[in-house]
Nanobody
Framework: QVQLVESGGGLVQPGGSLRLSCVAS????????MRWYRQAPEKQRALVAS???????NYEDSVKGRFTISRDNAKNTVYLQMNSLKPEDTAVYYC?????????WGQGTQVTVSS
């Protein structure tokens, strides 16, 4: 049974930082491409950042230079370091794993950027 568990969300002031973590179980983590998505109220879920099993990263334009995705295969964990946060970054952030056996989602973690 595949499980993805996110953590690290919360309330932060504009300009602040948060680091999200996503721990995977039930999969061979190193074989998976990992992604972070976010969904703001009344908006569709959108891709924020991705990292391939080989370590190639990509970012949505609005987060380039502010967010960093990384992975630790020994810990079955993918991270999203978010700096210089803006109110428009407020959303539920979801971890996603893309493997040969399918696509899996975490339950999401809320990030709220507000003064």
């Amino acid at each position: 049974q595949v499980q993805l568990v996110e953590s690290g969300g919360g309330l932060v002031q504009p300009g602040g930082s948060l680091r999200l973590s996503c721990v995977a179980s039930g999969v061979i983590f190193s074989n998976n491409h990992m992604r972070w998505y976010r969904q703001a109220p009344e908006k569709q879920r959108a891709l924020v950042a991705s990292i391939t099993r080989g370590g190639t990263v990509n970012y949505e334009d609005s987060v380039k230079g502010r967010f960093t995705i990384s992975r630790d295969n020994a810990k079955n964990t993918v991270y999203l370091q978010m700096n210089s946060l803006k109110p428009e970054d407020t959303a539920v952030y979801y971890c996603n794993a893309l493997s040969m056996s399918g696509t899996y989602w975490g339950q999401g973690t809320q990030v709220t950027v507000s003064s």
